[in-house]
């Protein structure tokens, strides 16, 4: 069996996979045949698994609601423990797992790919709900309820934009003083 260029193919998440990671490097790299080169693969592989341009966008966004942020709130879900347990797991793997990594590349790349808007927003959703429920079974209440979720979910998702980057070790050094900051009553 030939396993030439043209007769190989990867999967349909290792496309969505090395599109994000170029998107993450900057939209230009957003090409099928750039994509196809990364891979090692013939456009072909391409069209194996996508009908077009825009269903492979749409299946982008969606891969990007489901890696980021589906996976994590539905495993918070699943475990037990207090809320403020399953807080600072979702903490932790947003930091360990790079789950904010994406998440500016894919809001500037909705500014000329405006129909992946509702999978953003359906992000945001899940992203708001998820933080609102743990802090409620804290026990915070409104108004602060929901200052207290968005500015969580605002850094949580926005953190590696700063010009001032912590690396990882100092991240999660930092950890703890920030589960403390979102808790403290």
């Known amino acids: 069996m030939s396993t030439s260029r043209n007769l190989s193919r990867r999967s349909r998440e290792e496309w969505l996979a090395e599109a994000l990671e170029a998107l993450a490097r900057d939209p230009a790299h957003l090409r099928i045949e750039e994509l196809a080169d990364r891979l090692g693969v013939s456009k072909g592989s391409f069209y194996w698994h996508f009908e077009n341009r825009s269903e492979f966008i749409h299946a982008l966004a969606n891969f990007w609601k489901e890696t980021q942020t589906a996976a994590i709130a ?68 409104e108004p602060e309820l929901s200052i207290r979720t968005r500015v969580f979910v605002v850094a949580q998702s926005f953190d590696d934009a700063l010009g001032v980057q912590l690396s990882r070790e100092e991240t999660l050094e930092q950890l703890e003083l920030r589960f403390a900051f979102f808790t403290r009553r």
């Open 74 to 141: 539905g495993k918070l879900a699943e475990i037990g423990g207090t809320p403020e347990e399953r807080l600072r797991t979702l903490m932790q793997s947003i930091v360990t797992e790079q789950l904010n990594s994406y998440d500016i590349p894919i809001r500037a790349f909705a500014r000329i790919e405006p129909g992946i808007l509702p999978v953003i927003r359906e992000t945001d959703e899940i992203r708001l709900n998820t933080v609102r429920s743990l802090f409620e079974d804290i026990g915070f209440e």
